[in-house]
């Protein structure tokens, strides 16, 4: 039984901790509240403390920072292995976790029971910031209890303190069903949260030599009713007329105000930054109540204001050597599109590490990047804040398809400012709506209805609009309900697995039933979703 933490036990604890989630994957991935083939948080756990294992492997005994102690040294260097192998929206949460945790213990000479609190609470705070708009009943619940419980259980005592932050993060975690509604539908439990018990319980085995005989968590009694299969949307609302943006100079107390301000004026908040100098990005109404937040927060500089309805996409022009564009893309095919626009492409689901390789790689001292999808928009933001570091500007212009990627490219123009061209393109992207079609994985009650295992699902921004048995039928139903509701131009990337004829049959129909409408297909080669389609 350990009275203290050292770096030898920081390094059993990511390999434990990896090892359990390893075990757990499955388990993970399949908890899951949509019908979509995406349910993946397992599998991003696993790839994100991999890398901070790996990280851990390949520093064995330096202490970079002479402040550090050597389990101090260990923690950060855990932490920032996690943040560049970070995955989807739950590896980069983990990553803010260890983040916190390292930093309250980096340079404390003993990890004791009140230690071990005090980093539990800093980890909270960290993964509580990372997050623009925080839901209780997901992992930040759950963190939060296993912080409140290290307090409350007041020793000194490190493995009482571990005991007792484990044991309320299960107790948190059986109760994120009652938080959220889809969750109890589903008859689930948060999957990010289980991924923290799991590293929570591991921590403990390490301390105490003995592993929590805790039960997985069993399937809630609404289990055996059907989840709903609508996605999140996180794109801007029209309702706002102006984007102000401006780099900042203030303390992070102020700017946490500021966030706050800021949040209650508009909508696309962004505020990422260092310590020192911010970034601030945010759409709103009260152009003068914005600009005039950043002076109380602190100095406010290179201030730009954008009026939306002013904005023109020009006609495209070559990019400068000066400028970027790097994409997330998913196949064969739309890789090869995003080439033959000048774009570095990235394979789908990158790392931290892996995204912010492909940004520096460009040699470019302004990039944007285009996610298409909410996982990997995440990693997006993670990346942006690691090359500002750098001295490299990165915009993200928060596509969530392909198809919004290539409407944004098409109107990239070196000759403007860079943030008036990531303005054009994020305009041109939100004009294009887009929708997927894919098979249910397991049966559900949607929005549009029951569907089964196997039905065929056609998605409209995240959302289910049409459950059918026949993929063509459906596919050519989802572009009549997308056209009558406008649109000049429709682009269908077909996917790796789509049967023959689906192509000619959906392009045959929009020719005789939208004669005045342009088709331009291409062969994706994306998995898992035989038709990506945008209308613009």
């Not at 948190?172 to 923290?196: F, I, K, N, S, Y």
Request: proline residues 7%; negative net charge.
């Amino acid at each position: 039984m350990l009275d203290t933490l050292d770096a030898a036990a920081v390094r059993r604890w990511c390999a434990s901790g990896l090892a359990a989630l390893q075990r757990h994957q499955g388990e993970i991935d399949d908890l899951n509240v949509y019908p979509v083939p995406d349910g993946d948080t397992g599998t991003n756990l696993v790839l994100t403390l991999t890398s901070a294992q790996q990280a851990l492997a390949m520093d064995l005994d330096t202490v970079a920072d002479g402040a550090a102690t050597p389990h101090g040294h260990a923690l950060r260097l855990m932490a920032r292995g996690a943040l560049l192998g970070a995955r989807g929206n739950s590896g980069v949460i983990l990553s803010q976790i260890l983040r916190g945790f390292a930093d309250a213990l980096a340079t404390t000479p003993t990890v004791g029971g009140p230690e071990l609190a005090a980093a539990l609470r800093a980890a909270t705070s960290a993964a509580y910031a990372a997050v623009a708009r925080p839901v209780e009943g997901t992992v930040l619940t759950v963190v939060a209890a296993a912080a409140g419980a290290a307090e409350q259980a007041d020793s000194e005592q490190l493995p009482v303190v571990a005991r007792e932050a484990a044991g309320a993060a299960a107790q948190a975690l059986a109760r994120t069903p009652e938080q959220l509604p889809a969750l109890a539908r589903a008859g689930v439990v948060d999957a990010g949260g289980r991924g923290l018990c799991l590293l929570l319980d591991a921590l403990v085995e390490v301390i105490t030599g003995e592993s929590p005989e805790r039960p997985g968590p069993a399937p809630t009694a609404a289990r055996s009713v059907p989840p709903p299969a609508t996605a999140a949307r996180e794109t801007g609302s029209p309702e706002y007329a102006y984007e102000v943006q401006f780099l900042l100079d203030a303390e992070p107390e102020a700017v946490a105000r500021l966030r706050d301000t800021l949040d209650a004026l508009g909508d696309s908040l962004v505020v990422v930054g260092d310590e020192d100098t911010w970034q601030v990005h945010v759409h709103v109404n009260d152009v003068g109540a914005a600009i005039e937040a950043g002076v109380v927060a602190g100095r406010p500089y290179q201030i730009s204001v954008t009026r939306f309805a002013d904005q023109r996409p020009p006609a495209p022009a070559p990019v400068s050597d000066g400028r970027a564009a790097v994409v997330v893309a998913a196949g064969a095919g739309i890789a090869e599109l995003f080439a033959g626009e000048g774009a570095v492409v990235v394979p789908g689901n990158p790392s931290t590490g892996e995204l912010l390789e492909a940004v520096l790689g460009t040699g470019a001292a302004q990039v944007v990047v285009l996610p298409n999808d909410p996982d990997a928009q995440a990693v997006a933001n993670q990346v942006a804040e690691e090359a500002h570091r750098a001295g490299v500007k990165v915009s993200v212009v928060p596509t969530r398809s392909p198809v919004q990627a290539l409407a944004a490219l098409a109107v990239r123009d070196p000759r403007r400012h860079f943030e008036d061209d990531v303005i054009a393109m994020a305009e041109a992207a939100g004009a294009c709506r887009y929708a997927e079609v894919c098979h249910a994985g397991r049966d559900a009650l949607t929005v549009a209805g029951p569907c089964r295992t196997g039905d065929v699902l056609a998605l409209v921004e995240g959302e289910v609009h049409l459950i059918g048995t026949d993929l063509i039928d459906t596919c050519v139903a989802l572009v009549d309900g997308m056209l009558g509701g406008g649109g000049e131009m429709v682009t269908l990337l077909v996917g790796a697995d789509a049967p023959d004829g689906l192509t000619d049959a959906v392009c045959t129909h929009i020719t005789r039933r939208w004669p005045f409408v342009e088709v331009q297909t291409y062969p994706g080669g994306q998995p898992r979703y035989p038709l990506l389609v945008g209308v613009e």
